[in-house]
């Protein structure tokens, strides 16, 4: 695999909307700044994502089950939370260009991009407000929420209750959120709407130390098995003026993006923060009682925080390679078969002779599986590289010798390397390769 190329960030950005990854949003009006949407291809690969990180932490496991709750909350939430006091970034404005920074990344009283005098630092929160109801006033003030978390505390019993469970146990759950950011950028790194995979581990204080480092391992390794190269994941812990409100100790899950180590996850121990404080704020008793040991307290909570779009995001800068093959250059999403978004490309050689027909019977017998894309435009050669473009880690050609004794060639996409396969025996092979 080669190094990435030095302008890999605009090859990307034009690659995603060339494939149909990821489009600007509302582009036919100029955009809208930093918000996207996710085409064809990338609504596949956000699927796929989701789906590895449900089944790692719900499906393969019996202490942990999910959740879905509402976007919109109650605003005592966000007073409980601590958000609507707290939820601030210092901003400063430029008076000549009017283009608004955050105050922590302009070094000195003059602006980066045009040199003109700043204002003094005032805070922004960054929740978004809206209304609910017919009338716009005060009381009917509610908040995009800007996390996914809260709606686990305030259905802490809900769950308890329902599903029966014990402490150690997880409740896991995906879903949008909202920060009203003040300086987003890097693509879809930092965006102002965004999905999280969040899960919120509910242990007995005094146990919370060693639950944090079995999830600090249990999250590492989730990036490895996407195929995530370990010399570009690191740990990285927060110091004391880095900690959070409500962290007794937190560690970020960093990759090193083109622009520098940044977070892909947090691991934090929030103690018994967040349970108190929603006690405190409902006049709701949320504490446990252990039935084998007698005992009743608040539990402290562990909690795992990933962004969908930022894990996929990292796929794609992971993923994108150029190599030269027959003197013209290939670009080539190096995406793990587990996530790509197509398993299989269906090619027949040539559209006749009974080609394309046998193809399309190959078609319909990988659909109920696996998604596959059908292809007979153009040289061969010229649809591998549009699939090799794509990420689609397997190419499927029927040629003559397919009529004669049904096998077909199976291309890898990363070795280029091909076999020939009975085409009974296709499903049973992509399922070894893509699990």
């Known amino acids: 695999m080669s190094n990435r190329p030095p302008d890999v960030m605009d090859k990307l950005v034009s690659l995603c909307k060339r494939r149909g990854f990821i489009f600007q949003s509302s582009e036919i009006y100029g955009g809208i700044t930093s918000c996207y949407d996710y085409g064809p291809l990338g609504v596949e690969l956000k699927k796929n994502i989701k789906e590895r990180w449900w089944k790692a932490m719900v499906q393969q496991r019996d202490d942990i089950v999910g959740l879905d709750a509402s976007i919109l909350m109650h605003p005592r939430v966000w007073e409980a939370s601590g958000h609507v006091e707290g939820f601030h970034d210092p901003m400063v404005d430029c008076k000549q260009c009017k283009k608004r920074f955050r105050a922590d990344e302009v070094e000195g009283p003059r602006c980066p991009e045009c040199g003109g005098k700043l204002t003094e630092a005032r805070q922004f929160n960054l929740m978004f407000k809206t209304h609910m109801g017919p009338v716009e006033e005060e009381a009917s003030i509610?908040?995009?929420?800007?996390?996914?978390?809260?709606?686990?505390?305030?259905?802490?019993?809900?769950?308890?209750?329902?599903?029966?469970?014990?402490?150690?146990?997880?409740?896991?759950?995906?879903?949008?959120?909202?920060?009203?950011?003040?300086?987003?950028?890097?693509?879809?790194?930092?965006?102002?709407?965004?999905?999280?995979?969040?899960?919120?581990?509910?242990?007995?204080?005094?146990?919370?130390?060693?639950?944090?480092?079995?999830?600090?391992?249990?999250?590492?390794?989730?990036?490895?098995?996407?195929?995530?190269?370990?010399?570009?994941?690191?740990?990285?812990?927060?110091?004391?003026?880095?900690?959070?409100?409500?962290?007794?100790?937190?560690?970020?899950?960093?990759?090193?993006?083109?622009?520098?180590?940044?977070?892909?996850?947090?691991?934090?121990?929030?103690?018994?923060?967040?349970?108190?404080?929603?006690?405190?704020?409902?006049?709701k008793d949320l504490t446990y009682f252990d039935d084998q040991t007698r005992e009743r307290y608040v539990p402290y909570i562990i909690e795992t925080s990933a962004g969908v779009d930022r894990t996929l995001f990292t796929c794609l800068v992971e993923a994108y390679d150029e190599d030269v093959v027959e003197g013209e250059l290939r670009v080539v999403l190096r995406l793990s078969p587990k996530v790509a978004p197509i398993k299989a490309g269906v090619f027949p050689l040539v559209k006749r002779d009974g080609m394309p027909e046998l193809a399309h019977k190959i078609v319909d017998m990988l659909r109920p599986h696996f998604m596959v894309f059908y292809d007979e435009s153009g040289a061969i050669g010229r649809r591998y590289r549009r699939q090799d473009e794509a990420g689609t880690p397997f190419g499927i050609t029927v040629d003559s010798q397919s009529l004669q004794d049904q096998t077909v060639t199976v291309r890898e996409r990363d070795s280029m390397r091909q076999e020939r396969v009975a085409i009974d025996r296709l499903v049973e092979l992509l399922r070894e390769r893509v699990a």
Request: aromatic share 18%; glycine share 8%.
């Open 142 to 283: 509610v908040y995009l929420r800007p996390e996914t978390a809260q709606g686990i505390y305030v259905n802490f019993l809900n769950v308890l209750n329902s599903s029966r469970k014990k402490i150690p146990f997880g409740i896991a759950q995906i879903g949008k959120a909202f920060r009203n950011e003040i300086t987003p950028g890097n693509f879809i790194f930092r965006t102002r709407e965004f999905e999280q995979m969040e899960m919120q581990y509910f242990v007995k204080p005094g146990t919370d130390g060693e639950w944090f480092e079995y999830w600090r391992e249990q999250r590492m390794q989730w990036y490895y098995e996407l195929g995530i190269r370990r010399e570009r994941l690191r740990f990285h812990e927060h110091g004391r003026d880095e900690l959070a409100h409500y962290a007794a100790r937190a560690f970020d899950i960093q990759y090193e993006f083109p622009f520098g180590w940044k977070e892909l996850e947090g691991i934090h121990n929030r103690t018994d923060f967040d349970l108190s404080r929603h006690q405190q704020y409902s006049g």
